[in-house]
């Protein structure tokens, strides 16, 4: 990857052009991320697209955002926490941080799952391991439903307090996260963003 041509300090708004060098995201791309409504642009005289110059960091935080999976509706419901109408400041972002960090657990914490529990049976109904026929005889898991059920929610594992505590008759969202007794099937938790997204 060669360098890129260096921005002036003073230099406020980007061309579209700019924007795709500087921030290493195809122009494309760029048009196709303000027609979601994650970034905007004013028009010239003459038409073109102009870009303040925070929009590169912007688009950063999207990019890697779903290098690691995140859908674009998240994202583009953490960056409404931004103001549009001037520079983001440290605390603004750090406000979006704040919000942001429990999706970034629970997504850390699903990944670890998958990690360390592949090798084992996960309860998808192939009973093709050894494992499967101790852990998920006749596939009984499949009564609770479609898909991996040991990696989608993880009822063997005792419910997790704030403190890392145990909690006594809680049972386990998708996150590993506690909640109360009656609370829905994880899939249906606040934390998990497929849900929230409508996606599945």
């Given at each position: 990857m060669g360098s890129v041509t260096q921005l002036a300090a003073d230099l406020r708004e980007l061309s579209v052009g700019q924007l795709a060098e500087r921030s290493g995201?195809?122009?494309s791309a760029l048009h196709f991320y303000e027609a979601k409504g994650l970034i905007r642009s004013r028009r010239t005289t003459g038409n073109q697209r102009r870009y303040q110059r925070d929009t590169l960091r912007r688009v950063a935080f999207i990019r890697v955002s779903q290098r690691v999976g995140i859908p674009l509706n998240?994202?583009?419901?953490?960056?409404?926490e931004l103001p549009e109408e001037r520079t983001p400041t440290r605390g603004d972002w750090a406000r979006l941080s704040a919000s942001w960090r429990a999706e970034l657990d629970a997504r850390i914490e699903r990944l670890q799952q998958l990690r360390?529990?592949?090798?084992?049976c996960i309860g998808?109904?192939?009973?093709?391991?050894?494992s499967c026929k101790?852990?998920?005889?006749?596939?009984?898991l499949g009564e609770k439903g479609p898909g991996?059920?040991?990696l989608l929610t993880d009822a063997a594992r005792p419910a997790r307090s704030a403190s890392g505590g145990p909690v006594s008759g809680a049972i386990v969202d998708d996150a590993g996260t506690a909640c109360a007794p009656r609370c829905e099937d994880a899939d249906d938790q606040v934390s998990s963003p497929e849900r929230r997204t409508g996606r599945r």
């Open positions: 995201v195809a122009v998240t994202i583009r419901a953490a960056l409404s360390d529990d592949l090798t084992d998808c109904g192939c009973l093709s391991l050894g101790l852990s998920n005889p006749f596939d009984v991996p059920r040991r």
